[in-house]
């Protein structure tokens, strides 16, 4: 249309955002001393942009639809998160209601943080592993600052976006080995590319897709563009002779994908040795399982794998049949849906038949009204996003992991998402209410 694209990068006052849609890639250029949340008219509350927001610590109110029409510039907002409302040109009255808000939610979060680096454990004694979801080599000194037990999702594809060409080996192995040496000898999980969906690349010959969300992304890409998966493999493969490296398959839907996957992984460990690289060949291998189909054969995948991941925010757009970003059936988007328990019940069980490690990398582990549920079922290792990490783990602390045990024989006997929340909030609504927002 001959418009000029706006450069997030150069706003230079104190704003609010409020945009049509921002991409992952435009969010991951806000500077937090200029943008001090945003809005948008499209997207959802489990959308990569969201999560982004949630990892940099900024308020974000995503599919609000009119937010470009109703909202002017040089308006005075307020923007809560929590709740997801945001409040054009509002009283003074109001503006003193949520300045007192923000205050409470402050002081709750430094008393947790204060704490972080204790162990982990419910009131019973059950350990809990927390670790961290990141994207950027730069937000290891905040793990470090919040004691994570490690970093259980590393998201690849921040390094693929914002650019014109794919990423060169070395580029890769330096920022891999930043984040591994640095940890050691804490784990890292890095994540393969996990590219298309909501995070598009401008290169690459990458045709536009009807229903990206059901296209070509994770393992089928890389799997696709066995050049580009290579590149990568061998970067994580050098890293990992610098600390403790787990590798992680993206959107597996099948046996044959993890196959071939380590096919991939071996070949690239082959062509090292012929290079005479340093690398480390003995890493393990998991499976993210964000698909129902890999949810149903767990057990068949268990024995090719080391580890599983579940991620849930895809998990439950894909059972529920939800695109995650339409706000037109956002409130569908229900994480307490007595299907996504029965499938998370069922890939801890198979992980403890089979010696399996189980990981929840998805948002729901940085949730702490979850918290009874996830214990009840028998998850002891969580990652999420590291601002969450001293809330989760104040929570936890609170709990006895033997009340939330038979707290879940009640839960598996309820019906819709809103009799399970019920529930929780009948159990368990006691422990939620120093905490402001939950």
Same mark, same amino acid.
């Given at each position: 249309?001959?418009?000029?694209?706006?450069?997030?990068?150069?706003?230079?006052?104190?704003?609010?955002?409020?945009?049509?849609?921002?991409?992952?890639?435009?969010?991951?250029?806000?500077?937090?001393?200029?943008?001090?949340?945003?809005?948008?008219?499209?997207?959802?509350?489990?959308?990569?942009?969201?999560?982004?927001?949630?990892?940099? +610590?900024?308020? &974000?109110?995503?599919?609000?639809?009119?937010? *470009?029409?109703?909202? #002017?510039?040089?308006? $005075?907002?307020? !923007? =809560?998160?929590?709740?997801?409302?945001?409040?054009?040109?509002?009283?003074?009255?109001?503006?003193?209601?949520?300045?007192?808000?923000?205050?409470?939610?402050?002081?709750?979060?430094?008393?947790?943080?204060?704490?972080?680096?204790?162990?982990?454990?419910?009131?019973?004694?059950?350990?809990?592993?927390?670790?961290?979801?990141?994207?950027?080599?730069?937000?290891?000194?905040?793990?470090?600052?919040?004691?994570?037990?490690?970093?259980?999702?590393?998201?690849?594809?921040?390094?693929?976006?914002?650019?014109?060409?794919?990423?060169?080996?070395? +580029?890769?192995? &330096?920022?891999?080995?930043?984040?591994?040496? *640095?940890?050691?000898? #804490?784990?890292?999980? $890095?994540?393969? !590319? =996990?590219?298309?969906?909501?995070?598009?690349?401008?290169?690459?010959?990458?045709?536009?897709?009807?229903?990206?969300?059901?296209?070509?992304?994770?393992?089928?890409?890389?799997?696709?563009?066995?050049?580009?998966?290579?590149?990568?493999?061998?970067?994580?493969?050098?890293?990992?002779?610098?600390?403790?490296?787990?590798?992680?398959?993206?959107?597996?839907?099948?046996?044959?994908?993890?196959?071939?996957?380590?096919?991939?992984?071996?070949?690239?460990?082959?062509?090292?040795?012929?290079?005479?690289?340093?690398?480390?060949?003995?890493?393990?291998?998991?499976?993210?399982?964000?698909?129902?189909?890999?949810?149903?054969?767990?057990?068949?995948?268990?024995? $090719?794998?080391?580890?599983?991941?579940?991620?849930?925010?895809?998990?439950?757009?894909?059972?529920?049949?939800?695109?995650?970003?339409?706000?037109?059936?956002?409130?569908?988007?229900?994480?307490?849906?007595?299907?996504?328990?029965?499938?998370?019940?069922?890939?801890?069980?198979?992980?403890?038949?089979?010696?399996?490690?189980?990981?929840?990398?998805?948002?729901?582990?940085?949730?702490?009204?979850?918290?009874?549920?996830?214990?009840?079922?028998?998850?002891?290792?969580?990652?999420?996003?590291?601002?969450?990490?001293?809330?989760?783990?104040?929570?936890?602390?609170?709990?006895?992991?033997?009340?939330?045990?038979?707290?879940?024989?009640?839960?598996?006997?309820?019906?819709?998402?809103?009799?399970?929340?019920?529930?929780?909030?009948?159990?368990?609504?006691?422990?939620?209410?120093?905490?402001?927002?939950?």
């Amino acid at each position: 249309m001959g418009n000029t694209s706006v450069n997030i990068g150069k706003i230079d006052k104190r704003v609010i955002l409020v945009a049509h849609d921002l991409s992952p890639a435009d969010t991951s250029q806000i500077k937090l001393d200029r943008i001090k949340g945003f809005v948008t008219n499209r997207g959802g509350r489990t959308s990569h942009t969201a999560i982004i927001a949630k990892t940099i +610590e900024i308020p &974000a109110v995503l599919g609000v639809e009119n937010a *470009t029409r109703v909202i #002017k510039n040089d308006d $005075i907002v307020i !923007l =809560d998160g929590e709740s997801g409302i945001v409040i054009v040109n509002p009283s003074d009255e109001t503006i003193l209601k949520y300045q007192k808000r923000q205050q409470e939610y402050s002081a709750y979060k430094e008393d947790a943080a204060k704490a972080s680096h204790l162990p982990t454990e419910t009131v019973d004694g059950v350990p809990v592993r927390i670790m961290a979801n990141i994207e950027l080599p730069e937000e290891i000194e905040q793990i470090k600052k919040y004691g994570a037990d490690g970093i259980g999702l590393f998201r690849t594809e921040f390094m693929y976006l914002s650019r014109d060409d794919f990423p060169a080996e070395e +580029e890769l192995f &330096a920022q891999y080995r930043r984040v591994v040496e *640095t940890m050691a000898p #804490k784990p890292v999980t $890095i994540r393969t !590319l =996990d590219i298309n969906g909501d995070k598009v690349i401008s290169y690459g010959d990458t045709e536009e897709e009807a229903n990206p969300a059901l296209g070509l992304r994770g393992i089928r890409f890389c799997l696709k563009r066995p050049a580009v998966f290579q590149t990568q493999l061998r970067a994580i493969l050098r890293a990992a002779a610098f600390g403790n490296v787990k590798i992680m398959f993206p959107m597996v839907s099948s046996y044959e994908e993890v196959v071939q996957a380590k096919e991939a992984l071996l070949a690239a460990e082959d062509s090292l040795k012929k290079d005479g690289l340093d690398h480390n060949s003995g890493i393990e291998i998991g499976a993210m399982l964000e698909v129902p189909s890999a949810v149903i054969i767990a057990e068949m995948l268990a024995d $090719i794998v080391d580890f599983f991941s579940i991620g849930t925010n895809d998990l439950i757009q894909y059972s529920l049949a939800i695109d995650r970003d339409n706000r037109q059936v956002s409130h569908l988007f229900q994480t307490l849906h007595p299907a996504v328990i029965r499938m998370i019940k069922h890939v801890i069980e198979v992980g403890k038949a089979k010696g399996v490690e189980v990981v929840m990398c998805g948002e729901m582990a940085g949730s702490p009204a979850y918290m009874p549920v996830l214990l009840g079922l028998g998850l002891e290792r969580l990652s999420m996003n590291t601002p969450a990490i001293p809330i989760i783990k104040n929570v936890i602390r609170l709990l006895k992991a033997d009340d939330a045990r038979h707290f879940m024989d009640d839960v598996l006997k309820q019906p819709t998402a809103e009799d399970v929340n019920d529930l929780l909030q009948k159990r368990f609504g006691d422990v939620f209410l120093p905490m402001p927002g939950i």
